[in-house]
């Protein structure tokens, strides 16, 4: 049941993990706002393109800011497109290699003061299990953290809400399924859509992770929409 008079705003990137949350947010909040990050990573301007469509399709407010410190102190593949984004494995290396320093900190700090400003309740983030394992910042301590900094730092008292923090990203897949979220719109590749000649380029951590997912799910046919 929608907790009643409870507003939410959502860190919005256009992948699989927040456009989720989004959907499954709706049955605990009204959720009015969705900010997306421009730090100069490689896949910016699809993953804004992506998060207008999706904040369209539910019909909320779209903002994009743009933090270009972020981009110039990530020395990554992320960010550095002559810089190697294909692994093997997915592990601890293929996680440092796109690592942004405090992204998610410096992410919930800017939705937080969103929320102090404007009277949001929640703050909406697609943490999940399965990146926690190797992403420090999707952990539920993490999300812990987070909301007891916020008891100190606003005076609105906004609390984290990850819909999916119990969820494999198999689980995410069949999540999505189930709430008829519009996956048409999802960009979780951290390549250029136009290098690729195709939406995800199925090599990088994100897209593995994505491909994996999608097998175990209950529609294998999804791969044919991603990839």
């Known amino acids: 049941m929608k907790m009643s008079n409870k507003k939410g705003i959502i860190l919005l990137s256009g ?3 927040s456009l989720v949350s989004l959907a499954a947010a709706y049955d605990y909040c009204d959720v009015e706002l969705a900010l997306t990050f421009d730090y100069s990573q490689r896949a910016a301007q699809d993953e804004i ?9 539910y019909r909320i407010e779209h903002k994009v800011i743009k ?3 972020l981009g110039e102190i990530t020395n990554n593949a992320l960010v550095d497109i002559n ?7 997915l592990d601890k290396a ?22 102090d ?6 703050i909406i983030i697609g943490a999940n299990k399965e990146e926690a394992g190797t992403f420090s910042d999707n952990s539920v301590e993490f999300l812990k953290r987070a909301d007891d900094f916020f008891e100190f730092s606003t005076l609105k008292k906004p609390k984290m809400f990850a819909p999916l923090k119990d969820l494999e990203k198999y689980e995410i897949i069949n999540l999505a399924v189930e709430k008829n979220a519009p996956l048409k719109y999802v960009k979780s590749c951290y390549n250029f859509s136009a290098q690729n000649g195709a939406k995800h380029c ?3 951590e994100s897209c593995k992770r994505l491909r994996n997912a999608v097998l175990k799910s209950v529609n294998k046919d999804l791969l044919k929409l991603f990839f």
């Open 202 to 204: 199925g090599k990088c």
């Open 83 to 89: 810089k190697n984004l294909e692994f093997e494995k």
């Open 49 to 57: 393109i992506a998060a207008g469509e999706i904040a369209r399709f």
């Open 117 to 122: 400003a404007f009277g949001f309740d929640y």
């Open 94 to 115: 293929s996680a440092n290699a796109v690592w942004v320093p405090n992204r998610n900190g410096l992410f919930l700090n800017i939705a937080a003061s969103y929320a």
């Open 15 to 17: 992948g699989l993990d």
């Open 67 to 69: 933090l270009p410190f």
